[in-house]
């Protein structure tokens, strides 16, 4: 199990440095992978390292540039995996291809659309809102628009 730290650890250079692609293959439905690659190989090997999962490749040389070095998780269960611990604190801008990843691995219920701000988030299945602040911003609305 991954605790928070880790996760956030994660999340942040996925974020930041991060691409979520899709192998098409020969297959109907395309299989996402996230993989982050970097010139720094400390941080590519402390990515394997914590999260436990994927590959590391490289380094891959490039002419004069720098080599590059690579994580890539592959496997559906541990994209999955990775997929739900890091969607609740990814930014936006992500959020097109969490969801696009979330659809091909059948976990797209998992992840819902806040009717106040619009974020992403995991919620049960009744549930309408990414937090408490938004719950309460939609009913303090409702009693003003009911006055
Ligand atoms: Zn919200």
Redesign the pocket.
């Known amino acids: 199990m991954w605790d928070q730290l880790i996760i956030g650890y994660l999340a942040g250079i996925i974020e930041g440095e991060g691409t979520i692609t899709f192998n098409k293959w020969n297959r109907q439905t395309p299989s996402p992978k996230i993989a982050v690659a970097m010139t720094d190989k400390d941080t590519i090997q402390r990515l394997y390292d914590v999260s436990g999962i994927g590959n590391l490749t490289g380094p891959f040389i490039r002419g004069n540039y720098q080599p590059i070095y690579k994580w890539t998780v592959y496997s559906n269960a541990d994209v999955t995996r990775l997929l739900l611990a890091i969607a609740p604190i990814m930014s936006e801008r992500r959020r097109e291809k969490i969801l696009e990843a979330a659809e091909c691995l059948k976990i797209r219920s998992a992840f819902k659309k ?6 992403s ?1 995991q919620g049960q299945p009744n549930q309408m ?3 408490k ?2 719950h309460n ?1 939609s009913s303090n609305d409702k009693r003003k628009t009911s006055r």
């Open positions: 806040c009717v106040v701000c619009d974020r988030y809102y990414c937090s602040p938004c911003k």
